[in-house]
């Protein structure tokens, strides 16, 4: 189970993962420039898509995920299939983008998977 909460304050935005399940023995968990990825995604997906892609943008996110959950691996956790788990964390960031304004997010893509 993938669980985030988002706190958004100022300029700044925590994507909190406590509460995620831990690490799998199967090859779906992230490392952590993979959360880094999804949620930079996610982030320009929702947002004006004129802002540039670049540290910028990005200082102003933050993360907190437990070391040894699913959506941080730690060694020797296997990784390679960890696209599918990375499409299932941005499902659940537009979830919860989607208590703000249902009409700026797209229904869940990968919720099949």
């Not at 909460?5 to 993979?34: K, M, S």
């Not at 802002?51 to 959950?69: L, R, T, W």
């Amino acid at each position: 189970m993938i669980k985030v909460r988002v706190h958004i304050q100022g300029d700044r935005i925590l994507f909190d993962f406590t509460g995620t399940c831990a690490q799998t023995e199967g090859p779906c968990n992230c490392v952590p420039n993979a959360l880094k990825a999804t949620l930079y995604y996610s982030m320009m997906s929702l947002l004006d898509h004129t802002i540039p892609a670049n540290s910028g943008f990005f200082d102003c996110v933050e993360i907190q995920a437990e070391p040894g959950s699913i959506v941080w691996a730690t060694e020797p956790a296997p990784t390679f299939d960890r696209e599918n788990t990375a499409q299932r964390v941005a499902d659940v960031i537009f979830g919860a983008f989607s208590h703000l304004d249902p009409t700026k997010v797209t229904a869940a893509g990968n919720g099949c998977i």
